[in-house]
């Protein structure tokens, strides 16, 4: 077990140490580094849907621009959200986050669709925010520089950190901390709103391009459905781990004092992966 | 807890960092020559066409928006949105059987502009002896924090070689290249 926590906090830590565009974003990463994944036949074909979908999106906001056609819009929207779907498979968008959060926590399904609706929302909207505030007041992508993207992922890692280290104590000392049904409701916001808060670069992008091509409600409109998609990902993701939380314990309720050290167990290991990704969230951008 | 629990757990546990391997923000094709002299290897000579809206980002910020990029604009697109690239070795993952070569330096840098599309060529050299017997080298362009995907175009990589030297090139999978080359009597 132990192992396979240490396999993910590494793995999580590759992905967002290097979160920031490489070819607009100064780096002291000058060892070469060698990558096994990217040779993978599974990434690869991941690589290859997201590329179409992506030059699908662009081109149909082209030919939106020369004529305003509904057939396209709705293909366009279509595209979006499988792009979400698709797109949000990827680190960065606080499945691990949630796959934690339920490992820690029993919880329902709808916690999960609640929580993924939160987090892809947030991390599409702030991107869009951002996109319409750069985009209608400097009418260009000028103004948009990756340092922004780097102090708000150091401050959603510092605010991950610490609800970690909250959920941490709360395993520890379950009666010192209330723990009801408004509390985990605020828990369960609070965990979205700062996974998500770091504005998500495609969302970012296809705002900044529907703005140029004077497309800005078609531009929001493929945003909302690009974050419906990566909801129905990251909600999937956290209903799988808790179904298999849920199996691990129907298995273990014969033996009472195993299933209450197994939740224990997982409640720790849970908090401990959320206070690691906030933790190295914030030192990989310092 | 007994063995079926742990293994829904680490099965479990697995799924979530496979993720992992799918992240691309932005996208590069690209082709490559790798040319030869003589001696053997001389460098690889390789253009990238970025996906649409990354170009656009690219070219609103540094050129004038028409599709002829003159020196100022060349300058700025390099210092603006390459040069951080450039000194971390352009991605490139090269061996020379089994040792990594790090690519040193970036050549003839040029950016163009064609439909829309950013373009980005340049050379980079890499020096590889051939000999009688046969060796063997790998490249491919990879960006480990997985941010943008580098893939080859479709028949996108060729060997410009002399008579004497005697070339092979197979596609270890789909974007990793191994070129195996020997000098020859013409």
């Known amino acids: ?286 | 807890m007994n063995i079926k629990n742990n293994k829904l757990l680490i099965i479990l546990l697995l799924i979530i960092p496979i993720s992992i391997m799918a992240h691309p923000h932005m996208f590069v094709e690209y082709t490559a020559e790798l040319i030869f002299d003589e001696t053997g290897l001389q460098g690889i000579q390789t253009e990238w066409t970025f996906d649409e809206m990354f170009s656009w980002q690219v070219i609103d910020e540094n050129t004038n928006g028409d599709e002829i990029v003159d020196d100022e604009e060349q300058n700025k697109i390099y210092q603006n949105a390459f040069s951080y690239l450039a000194n971390t070795g352009c991605f490139a993952e090269f061996w020379e059987g089994f040792e990594r070569y790090q690519v040193k330096e970036v050549k003839d840098f040029k950016a163009s502009i064609k439909d829309g599309m950013l373009i980005y060529s340049f050379y980079l050299p890499w020096k590889v002896q051939a000999e009688s017997e046969v060796k063997m080298i790998k490249f491919l362009f990879n960006d480990p924090s997985y941010y943008c995907a580098v893939t080859p175009k479709k028949d996108g990589v060729k060997l410009i070689a002399p008579g004497n030297i005697k070339t092979e090139m197979i596609m270890q999978d789909r974007v990793t290249y191994q070129i195996s080359f020997q000098k020859v009597n013409k």
Not at chain 1, 49 to 55: A, D, E, F, V
Not at chain 1, 172 to 188: A, D, L, R, Y
């Open chain 1, 1 to 286: 077990m132990k192992k396979i926590i240490s396999i993910i906090i590494i793995l999580s830590i590759v992905a967002i140490l290097f979160a920031q565009n490489p070819f607009t974003s100064k780096t002291d990463k000058t060892k070469v580094t060698e990558s096994k994944l990217s040779k993978n036949s599974l990434w690869l074909k991941i690589v290859d849907i997201q590329k179409n979908l992506n030059r699908s999106v662009s081109s149909s906001l082209r030919k939106l621009k020369q004529e305003f056609d509904y057939k396209i819009f709705l293909i366009l929207i279509g595209v979006s959200f499988l792009y979400g779907v698709v797109h949000a498979i990827g680190p960065g968008h606080g499945k691990m986050l949630v796959g934690a959060y339920f490992l820690k926590e029993k919880a329902s399904v709808f916690s999960s669709l609640k929580i993924g609706s939160i987090i892809s929302i947030t991390h599409s909207g702030s991107a869009a925010i951002l996109g319409l505030l750069v985009g209608i007041f400097f009418k260009s992508a000028k103004m948009y520089k990756d340092d922004f993207q780097m102090y708000i992922t150091i401050f959603s890692g510092i605010l991950i950190a610490v609800l970690g280290v909250f959920y941490l104590l709360r395993s520890i000392f379950p009666k010192k901390f209330e723990h009801n049904h408004n509390s985990k409701e605020k828990n369960e916001l609070l965990l979205g709103v700062f996974s998500g808060m770091v504005p998500c670069p495609v969302s970012l992008t296809i705002i900044l391009f529907s703005i140029y091509l004077d497309l800005l409600w078609v531009g929001i409109s493929c945003v909302l459905a690009l974050s419906l998609g990566m909801a129905v990902t990251i909600s999937l993701i956290g209903i799988l781990v808790i179904k298999t939380r849920a199996v691990t314990e129907f298995m273990t309720r014969k033996r009472s004092t195993l299933s209450l050290v197994m939740g224990k167990i997982l409640s720790i290991s849970g908090s401990l992966i959320i206070i690691s990704i906030g933790v190295f969230m914030a030192l990989s951008k310092i």
